[in-house]
């Protein structure tokens, strides 16, 4: 019999079980599970601490211990800190969302290859598993802007009108999140070394992402950036950094003042970068991820 298994397949009204849907189908499935998305990320967020005596008190901890290591090493010893008012409210916010970013990728590029069993035994759009991973660090990112809003309002910040400009700056930064976690889960999956890499990628990015330093005030006092000033442009449009500079505008009012009035740096450029980097990291990095959705669990 020389018939080929596709002509058998057609024969007989079979097709292929993981098949890639039309595109519209495929959004609509990945809505359908919008509750299970969510549940899957809430039973994964408590389950995540469960072996550890604190448990979720640990979501709180790892990143005021970050943030106390970067204020010693650069806010003291290196002295990042020159010039910049309420360092540490500034350092924490800093820390807090650029953690959220790098959080997201890490895990999201684990998305895929840690759930092949439940890839290989049911049948689901695969976009599922990536968007629960970015779920669960916005659920934990909530539960740290409380400690992140206490220490700015601690240190004297008073409340106002500007700090709601911080929910849209925030809802960028997670459509941004969502679509480079796509991205790194599409790749991480048929190459696994890429969550080893990761780490030093993230390093580096964070480095260069104004966490520990303000670059506003960088670039107005270096004269190698003064000469070279495509440099600043390509650092101002960091994504990373226009988060969290966005971030700080909203949140800290002396800063706020320190950047646009001192340094006379405005803020409109931040906001078209933002709206820019969430638009094509959320439809590139959805439509990157669902071309592959047939390839993934196999092999």
Do not use: C
């Amino acid at each position: 019999m020389n018939e080929t298994l596709a002509a058998y397949a057609a024969r007989y009204g079979l097709r292929q079980s993981a098949a890639r849907p039309p595109l519209r189908k495929y959004i609509q499935s990945v809505w359908a599970r919008r509750n299970f998305i969510w549940a899957f990320a809430s039973a994964k967020n408590i389950s995540m601490y469960t072996d550890s005596r604190l448990g979720q008190v640990w979501q709180l901890l790892t990143p005021i211990l970050n943030v106390s290591v970067y204020y010693l090493i650069f806010g003291v010893l290196l002295n990042t800190k020159r010039g910049v008012p309420d360092f540490i409210p500034f350092l924490v916010t800093g820390v807090f969302m650029f953690g959220f970013t790098q959080r997201s990728i890490t895990s999201g590029s684990k998305s895929v290859g840690d759930n092949l069993s439940l890839i290989r035994a049911l049948h689901f759009p695969r976009a599922t598993l990536p968007l629960a991973i970015a779920t669960v660090e916005f659920q934990q990112l909530l539960l740290s802007l409380i400690v992140l809003l206490g220490i700015v309002f601690a240190f004297g910040e008073p409340i106002s009108v500007q700090m709601l400009m911080f929910v849209p700056v925030l809802l960028l930064q997670l459509m941004f999140n969502v679509g480079i976690s796509m991205v790194m889960a599409r790749l991480g999956a048929f190459n696994r070394d890429v969550s080893q890499l990761l780490p030093f990628i993230m390093r580096t990015w964070l480095y260069l992402s104004g966490v520990i330093f303000s670059l506003p005030d960088l670039l107005h006092r270096s004269h190698a950036l003064k000469t070279h000033p495509w440099i600043g442009e390509i650092l101002k449009a960091n994504p990373a950094y226009v988060y969290v500079e966005l971030s700080r505008h909203q949140l800290l009012g002396d800063y706020r003042h320190f950047v646009q009035h001192k340094l006379t740096e405005s803020t409109t450029q931040l906001w078209i970068y933002a709206g820019a980097w969430s638009a094509v990291a959320l439809i590139g990095g959805f439509l990157f991820f669902f071309s592959a959705e047939e390839r993934y669990g196999r092999g």
